[in-house]
């Protein structure tokens, strides 16, 4: 069974993180979601937050898990058996930033690196421009699957007022 790990902080996860989990699964037999705990970057949403949304874009997907991990990426890849790690690519500075990361990870692990292209509607979409939205309670719904969007425009509301 071919499995990969999708890793990223997905603080929070956008319309282009799902649309590569589902394209991915035309590759793949199963992906895991692994959400990076980093002590060092404080992101806007807990990761309870960050599960509780994955987990209920892919509530009906019984070959999508999600899981937490501290460490290198590699490390808990080869734990949870992933045969391949899969990546989004935006731009070419995504690619340069992903290249080096991607053949370390092959050398130190002998994993490889499988990329999707964005869809071109999401080059420019990322977390950060989400969180700086949501941050001053503006609206980011069409940037954020539609099984959250509600979840989220609550939240940036209660900003708006702060
Ligand atoms: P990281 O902090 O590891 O970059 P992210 O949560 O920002 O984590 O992204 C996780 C993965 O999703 C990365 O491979 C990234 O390139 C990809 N990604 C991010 N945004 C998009 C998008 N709009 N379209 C496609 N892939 C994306």
Known sequence: MSKAIFPGSFDPFTVGHENIVIRGLNIFDHIVI???INSEKRGMFTIEQRLDFI????????????????????????????THILRGLRTS???EFERAIAQVNKQMSGLDTAFLLCSPEHTPVNSSIV????????????????????????IANGRKHL
């Open 34 to 36: 692994a959400v990076g």
């Open 55 to 82: 987990h209920k874009v892919f509530k009906e997907y019984d070959n999508v898990s999600i899981e937490t991990y501290s460490g290198l990426t590699v490390d808990f890849a080869k734990e949870i058996q992933c």
């Open 93 to 95: 500075a995504d690619f």
């Open 131 to 154: 969180r700086d939205i949501v941050a001053h309670g503006g609206d980011a719904s069409m940037y954020v699957p539609a099984a959250i969007r509600e979840e989220l425009k609550k």
